[in-house]
């Protein structure tokens, strides 16, 4: 079972997000510990997902570094109470750390970030994407997307079938959908699927239209919210 911890200062909105959390992650446990007491804790305690507000500490190492020795998670991922940014090197000290983004962020937007780094992938801001996935996958960048997760493997064809109509596109769509999770340009997605960068191009407005938003990122984050892997795999 997946154990996601919550610490946010403000009570009444730490309890929101464990609502949304709970509401929307079935079969998953949510825990709250008290955010100015985590010095105290002496044993421990693993989970999968820590989910942090940041404080007015920057560089942020020593929260960081606490966080790891207290709970010993799988992934961190981050809330910044203003925009959202790093500083340099700060992904590659703590690769534990693979997102970040705003807390005034909508609920479909946070949902669909923890789901994506729990499935392993990560979502930063534009300018921290790099660094995050050079923490990640050191060296081996080749197959690395704009979310810094490495490329989905070849998703089996039932799959595909199941989640192109859950988002309402056609096969095809759905295909450049994943290509541009995959951080891929119109012209590398054309000539991955063997058509031409207008038909690509094409395919990429109708499904904007379709998943009802402006841009690739927000459609990735849309379909991961919408229950789609987008072949990264299970997301609880």
């Given at each position: 079972?997946?154990?996601?911890?919550?610490?946010?200062?403000?009570?009444?909105?730490?309890?929101?997000?464990?609502?949304?959390?709970?509401?929307?992650?079935?079969?998953?446990?949510?825990?709250?510990?008290?955010?100015?007491?985590?010095?105290?804790?002496?044993?421990?305690?693993?989970?999968?997902l820590i989910v942090y507000t940041l404080g007015s500490e920057n560089p942020?190492?020593?929260?960081?570094?606490?966080?790891?020795?207290?709970?010993?998670?799988?992934?961190?991922?981050?809330?910044?109470?203003?925009?959202?940014?790093?500083?340099?090197?700060?992904?590659?000290?703590?690769?534990?750390?693979?997102?970040?983004?705003?807390?005034?962020?909508?609920?479909?937007?946070i949902q669909a970030s923890i789901r994506l780094v729990l499935a392993g992938?990560?979502?930063?801001?534009?300018?921290?994407?790099?660094?995050?996935?050079?923490?990640?996958?050191?060296?081996?960048?080749?197959?690395?997307?704009?979310?810094?997760?490495?490329?989905?493997?070849?998703?089996?064809?039932?799959?595909?079938?199941?989640?192109?109509?859950?988002?309402?596109?056609?096969?095809?769509?759905?295909?450049?959908?994943?290509?541009?999770?995959?951080?891929?340009?119109?012209?590398?997605?054309?000539?991955?699927?063997?058509?031409?960068?207008?038909?690509?191009?094409?395919?990429?407005?109708?499904?904007?239209?379709?998943?009802?938003?402006?841009?690739?990122?927000?459609?990735?984050?849309?379909?991961?919210?919408?229950?789609?892997?987008?072949?990264?795999?299970?997301?609880?």
């Amino acid at each position: 079972m997946t154990t996601i911890v919550v610490l946010d200062p403000h009570p009444i909105l730490r309890l929101g997000l464990i609502q949304l959390l709970k509401e929307n992650f079935e079969g998953t446990t949510v825990k709250a510990d008290d955010y100015h007491r985590l010095t105290e804790q002496k044993k421990p305690a693993p989970c999968d997902l820590i989910v942090y507000t940041l404080g007015s500490e920057n560089p942020p190492t020593n929260q960081l570094t606490l966080l790891s020795k207290t709970y010993t998670p799988r992934f961190i991922l981050l809330l910044a109470e203003g925009q959202p940014n790093l500083p340099p090197g700060t992904c590659k000290t703590y690769p534990l750390v693979r997102g970040l983004i705003c807390k005034n962020s909508t609920p479909e937007i946070i949902q669909a970030s923890i789901r994506l780094v729990l499935a392993g992938g990560t979502c930063f801001p534009h300018y921290n994407q790099t660094e995050s996935a050079e923490s990640v996958l050191g060296e081996n960048l080749a197959c690395t997307s704009s979310w810094g997760t490495p490329a989905p493997t070849a998703m089996p064809s039932q799959l595909l079938h199941q989640e192109a109509q859950l988002l309402g596109l056609t096969i095809r769509q759905y295909e450049v959908l994943v290509l541009l999770g995959q951080g891929l340009p119109l012209k590398s997605i054309a000539k991955e699927l063997d058509i031409s960068v207008a038909t690509a191009k094409s395919h990429t407005e109708t499904l904007y239209q379709r998943l009802k938003v402006h841009n690739s990122n927000a459609a990735v984050y849309t379909a991961i919210a919408r229950g789609a892997t987008l072949g990264w795999g299970p997301t609880q």
